[in-house]
């Protein structure tokens, strides 16, 4: 039997953490259920046309006068109340204060009345982001505005002052206008010159090159670029284009090092094909983006898996930071973030402990995540195809085969498994699970 030392201060700091977690749940639930109170109030209110008997025009300009509320909040509210009362699996779990009403909104765009309880079950497995992806693949039926093609146009308006721009490219351009931002950024910041001349395609050139860069790095003044693997921040966009500006005056040969310069389209087995960092894009955009714009394709299996391209040295290579980048939709693979900039990648299990630099021990990580993970607040396990991400309030998310992460608390690796039937107690009092 193991005997394991607790620290009392760190016991007391848990059970705070612990106390507080709990007033915060109770306090959501109870505002959330408020909420859908409030909605079935203005939807009766509505349906029984009393807003001209308080002296309004309109339910939601009643709403604006009487409680303050912007008119597009009222309006909102006025509608959603509507929508939400034709789904009575939603509109329970709602009132319960369960469904949040942020991702109610969110569902209200995709359900019918066939899908409605398998999208509001999986809206119980996963974080608000997590579903904003996974609806992608449900088309949107919630309202007019669902019905109407976007506009696309890009307007340049000179005046005394410089240049205003502005506009909504289509998804292919949009994709290779942040490609070559991001390539401007590193024309302009000078970030190329540290690869000397490098190859990007030779993955050997580039550890060379990435390996002196470190080796002289902490002697020079920390760079502002900033936006490490991700594309460029948004006070750095200005920079970016005029990046894009000199590479156009001069045609330099500019080493293209980081992933986030590349238009990605991934092909499946079965000859799908789709843009990782724009899951929506109707296919006849990835066709239109294939036929007309420099592309890297990445080929993956039935279960999403690029091919490994394993290597002895510690950091990724650029097809290895690629992939991954694909694999995990251009942004921090940790639950609920969101971040596509400050991205790092970090090695499951570590590389001093024999952790090798393949793409099954690799993940994107932001740089807060990160900090989480190097800190001890978060736990990142990898169990055969599954990864579990273990966080400080007991909480856990589990991705099989990079699939979405879903909440599984009661979920435990073979070793936690283990080392739970060696306490005394075992299963029976922990009430937990292995899968």
Not at 25 to 42: Q, S
Not at 290 to 303: G, L, M, Q, S, Y
Not at 406 to 423: G, H, I, Q
């Amino acid at each position: 039997m193991t005997t394991t030392t607790v620290d009392p201060v760190q016991q007391v700091c848990d059970a705070i953490a612990s106390e507080v977690c709990q007033s915060i749940d109770n306090a959501h639930r109870g505002m959330t259920r408020n909420k859908a109170e409030l909605l079935d109030a203005i939807r009766r209110f509505d349906e029984m046309g009393l807003a001209r008997e308080v002296g309004n025009q309109t339910t939601a300009g009643g709403l604006t006068r009487r409680y303050g509320m912007a008119s597009s909040t009222a309006h909102e509210y006025v509608s959603v109340a509507h929508k939400i009362h034709r789904f009575p699996y939603l509109e329970q779990h709602f009132q319960e204060g369960i469904i949040s009403y942020s991702v109610v909104r969110l569902l209200l765009k995709y359900l019918t009345e066939d899908n409605e309880r398998e999208l509001v079950d999986l809206a119980l497995e996963l974080g608000y982001h997590e579903l904003e992806i996974a609806l992608t693949a449900h088309g949107e039926t919630g309202g007019e505005d669902a019905e109407k093609q976007p506009e696309y146009y890009l307007r340049l308006h000179p005046n005394k002052h410089g240049l205003r721009l502005h506009g909504m490219p289509n998804p292919g351009d949009a994709a290779a206008l942040l490609a070559a931002l991001k390539i401007g950024e590193i024309a302009y910041n000078g970030v190329d010159e540290l690869l000397g001349g490098a190859d990007p395609a030779d993955d050997e050139a580039v550890d060379r090159a990435g390996e002196a860069a470190q080796g002289i790095e902490p002697a020079l003044t920390p760079r502002q670029t900033a936006s490490g693997d991700g594309l460029p921040i948004g006070r750095k966009l200005g920079q970016a284009l005029m990046g894009i500006v000199h590479i156009a005056r001069t045609t330099p040969k500019t080493t293209l090092a980081t992933p986030a310069a590349h238009v990605n389209i991934v092909a499946t087995t079965d000859g799908r094909a789709y843009m990782p960092n724009n899951i929506g894009v109707p296919s006849a955009a990835v066709a239109n983006v294939i036929a007309n714009a420099a592309v890297r394709f990445n080929t993956v299996d039935e279960t999403g898996l690029i091919l490994n391209s394993s290597r002895s040295r510690r950091l990724a290579s650029n097809a290895q930071i690629n992939a991954l980048m694909v694999m995990w939709g251009g942004q921090c693979a940790a639950p609920g973030c969101t971040h596509t900039r400050f991205i790092e990648i970090h090695h499951i299990q570590e590389w001093e402990n024999g952790g090798h630099t393949d793409l099954e021990n690799l993940l994107p990580l932001c740089s807060a995540c990160h900090s989480l993970v190097t800190d001890g607040y978060l736990r990142i396990v990898r169990e055969a195809s599954h990864l579990h991400f273990i966080y400080g309030d007991g909480s856990r998310y589990v991705s099989e085969n990079h699939s979405l992460p879903r909440r599984c608390d009661s979920v435990l690796t073979a070793e936690e498994y283990a080392a739970l039937m060696d306490e005394e107690g075992g299963e029976e009092s922990a009430g937990l699970s292995r899968k």
